[in-house]
């Protein structure tokens, strides 16, 4: 498995990959599907603001995607970022969610990063698992915050420090 710095030609991969956990999980609490223009606007937005789009390469084929980006948007937050992170799903449970987290782990750490961000919805037990085994540790729950499926869900705050 390759991990790589994503381009325009990975974007239908990643607009598939977005669109179906917005569909079919709570991985993402938006319900409304996006276009091509609007993951080409993202990924650019990305870039200009220096932080890393990888994918997961697996056969010639984007298995994954990772990204971080600003925490919060005030000046005070600057050193502190919020992660991403969505698998193929017809290859979950493979490894590409390791590796693409190791890899953004890695960047943010040579770019001087101070603290990453991870949001996760309560009972996604696989990725706050995942989350643990890297190094992050828990710093809060909110019950109840978001819906969807017409459910409420709680979201679950971890942290990973660099200079701990």
Known sequence: ????????????AILEIYNDAVLHSTAIWNEILVDLENRKSWLETRHARGFPVLVAEQDGTVIGYASYGDWRPFDGYRHTVEHSVYVHKDCRGAGAGRLLMEALLAHARQAGV???????EGDNKASIALHERLGFFHTGRYPEVGTKFGLWLDLVTMQYRFDA
Do not use: C, E, F, S
């Open 1 to 12: 498995m390759l991990i790589r710095d994503a381009g325009a030609a990975d974007l239908p």
């Open 114 to 120: 101070h603290a990453m961000i991870a949001a996760i």
